[in-house]
């Protein structure tokens, strides 16, 4: 037999091209080739241009007066005292003044319910009473009783119609989103059925509410929906209005569900109807928990969307965040030209809930892909 | 003739199938399975291996012809169909394992949910089966984390927990490497001395040799012929079966 040849390693040697660290970063990223150079350089000197420009608005020069008029002094940047004087009217809209603790004890409830609702820590059955307790404790702040039960606290009635602002905005989205996610599983589900008229029923719904902006059905929830309604019958406009989103909402969901439950292999559910597993045990323990996570980013588009569009209830008079700055503003002719800092204080609390969902989403995701991880 | 039918777990009386209007998938099929008997059937692409066992637990139905499981009819009757699904066990090609469950998980859902049987022993039962095809060890794993092979003996492990009389397998080996195929091969050999019903759908014609008690051979829609493994290898009747087998064991 012939000698054994020893193996030898040879000793590691360091990477040629770096491709760690600030300078390779740096090169890799911003001045990769001529064109990514001048790019960088368009854009550098683009946000030198006008960086500077904003910060001194927005604070080197701004003012933080309540005193309109010290505000039209030459050289003053932004004025955030519109903000000061303003921002009750803002946050609440035409809530009585006196009794706006009301909404908001009633939105923390509420927000810190939905916080709860996201964190795995708190998922059981008791968040489902959490649900109930504060979404009644939430209208008998807001309203004062509960479809005119629970008067015992000697809080004052406010009509719907006085509700606005941010805690309306939160409620609004918070019921929409809550109430069209099982709506719209359904649709989907039934635009996929093996029964026709299901099937047609569905899809008309979803071409029909796709073919209309949302501001006509808000119009037609307002004022169309009452002319249908036997005499004497009414319906508040808050439910018609969250009905109304509701339904808008879902036929869009629908559809991207049913994308997710395009995407499923048809194995899965051969595979469970050979184990014996029925139509719905199929759908909820196979076919929805995998589509769904699918499209998880898709959903939280919608909701984020869904979010931003109960602004447009304006139409039938509600004042919601949006709508209530219009309203603070518009009457008040010393406040009028400040419209803008008024807008970048909402669009910060639009852009914090946002920007929170989103990254919720991201979270929901990975939780969604351990089980793909090898 | 009731002493047949008792013999016989699966009784196919000229079914008849067709995809939509024009495509006759299976042609007059008559073929009666003994209980405890180990079938493979081969035959190439197209010639409906896969669509005749599918009818057995109706993931298929059939548009003629009567077809009897286990003393039973399948029609449209959604409880006949249920009591089958229970009896019948499938193990495809593709494994068709839940993604997003764990491998125990896999195996007991379906005894929790249609055979109610509580959590604890649905697991002590998953667990006894995956020992059986020798991956206790990865009840906790997800499918992806697993091997081919490995997703395939724990597909396997899943229809033997609803304890079915009849197994159907879907070319259980054909989206596996060689060396799984051994180890799931081995598996099943070991499955078929239990007296469990077996019908195979299979090109490993070595597992054919060692286990079947008959070869079955479809082309078009048809069963051209039927025969012990010994005598369909070494002496096969029909012209289209030599054209098939000097294909297959050619090289």
Not at chain 1, 346 to 373: D, G, H, P, T
Not at chain 2, 221 to 228: L, P, Y
């Amino acid at each position: 037999m012939a000698d054994t040849i020893i193996f030898q390693s040879k000793p590691a040697r360091e990477a040629p091209i770096k491709t760690e660290g600030l300078v390779p970063w740096v090169k890799t990223n911003l001045f990769a080739n001529w064109q990514s150079t001048v790019t960088t350089l368009v854009v550098g000197a683009l946000l030198l241009y006008y960086v500077p420009q904003f910060i001194n608005w927005a604070i080197l020069t701004a003012t933080t007066t309540t005193n309109a008029d010290a505000c039209r002094a030459d050289g003053v940047g932004a004025c955030w005292g519109v903000v000061k004087e303003k921002y009750r009217l803002i946050i609440f809209g035409r809530y009585p003044f006196e009794e706006q603790w009301r909404p908001l004890v009633a939105t923390l409830l509420m927000v810190g319910l939905l916080v709860a609702s996201c964190t795995r820590y708190f998922w059981s059955k008791w968040l489902i009473i959490g649900w109930v307790v504060v979404l009644s404790a939430f209208f008998i702040l807001m309203y004062g009783s509960l479809f005119g039960y629970f008067d015992v606290f000697g809080l004052t009635k406010v009509t719907t119609d006085r509700w606005g602002g941010l805690p309306l905005t939160i409620m609004l989205a918070t019921l929409s989103i809550v109430l069209c996610f099982p709506v719209a599983i359904c649709v989907a589900l039934g635009r996929r059925s093996n029964l026709p008229a299901i099937r047609t029923f569905c899809t008309i719904y979803v071409e029909l509410i796709r073919g209309v902006p949302l501001i006509s059905v808000l119009f037609m929830a307002s004022f169309m929906f009452p002319l249908f309604m036997p005499q004497g019958v009414t319906v508040d406009v808050l439910i018609r209005v969250v009905v109304g989103v509701t339904l808008f909402a879902a036929a869009y969901m629908a559809e991207v569900i049913r994308g997710g439950l395009q995407a499923m292999p048809k194995g899965q559910t051969e595979a469970a109807a050979s184990l014996g597993l029925s139509y719905w045990q199929t759908q909820f323990k196979i076919i929805l928990p995998q589509a769904l996570a699918m499209v998880v980013p898709g959903i939280m588009n919608n909701f984020i969307g869904l979010f931003k569009d109960t602004s447009l209830v304006y139409i039938v008079s509600l004042y919601e965040l949006t709508g209530s700055l219009g309203l603070a503003l518009n009457s008040d002719a010393d406040w009028r030209p400040y419209k803008l800092e008024g807008y970048l204080f909402i669009v910060s609390i639009y852009f914090v809930f946002c920007f929170a969902m989103s990254r919720y989403s991201l979270w929901i995701e990975k939780q969604l892909n351990k089980s793909k991880l090898r | 003739m009731t002493t047949q039918t008792q013999d016989n777990i699966i009784v196919f009386d000229k079914v008849n199938k067709w995809y939509g209007n024009n495509f006759h998938v299976l042609r007059d099929i008559d073929l009666n399975v003994r209980r405890g008997e180990r079938i493979v059937i081969c035959g190439p692409s197209g010639s409906g291996k896969s669509t005749l066992i599918r009818c057995i637990n109706r993931l298929e139905e059939h548009q003629e012809g009567r077809l009897v499981v286990d003393g039973t009819e399948l029609s449209d009757d959604v409880k006949a169909i249920d009591k089958i699904r229970k009896e019948v066990g499938m193990v495809f090609q593709q494994f068709n394992l839940f993604p997003h469950l764990t491998v125990l998980e896999n195996l007991t859902l379906s005894p929790m949910y249609v055979g109610k049987v509580p959590k604890k022993e649905a697991e002590e039962k998953a667990m006894v089966q995956l020992k059986r095809v020798r991956i206790a060890e990865q009840a906790d794993k997800y499918p992806l984390q697993l091997s081919g092979g490995q997703q395939q003996r724990v597909a396997i492990a899943r229809a033997l927990c609803l304890t079915p009389k009849i197994m159907l397998f879907d070319e259980p080996t054909s989206a596996l490497d060689p060396e799984m195929i051994k180890e799931v091969l081995d598996v099943m050999v070991a499955m078929a001395d239990q007296g469990i019903t077996m019908i195979c759908v299979t090109h490993e014609m070595g597992f054919a040799k060692a286990v079947a008690d008959r070869v079955i051979f479809m082309d078009q829609g048809q069963i051209v012929e039927q025969n012990t493994p010994n005598e369909f290898f070494n002496n096969p009747q029909t012209d289209r079966s030599k054209d098939f087998l000097s294909k297959i064991l050619g090289h």
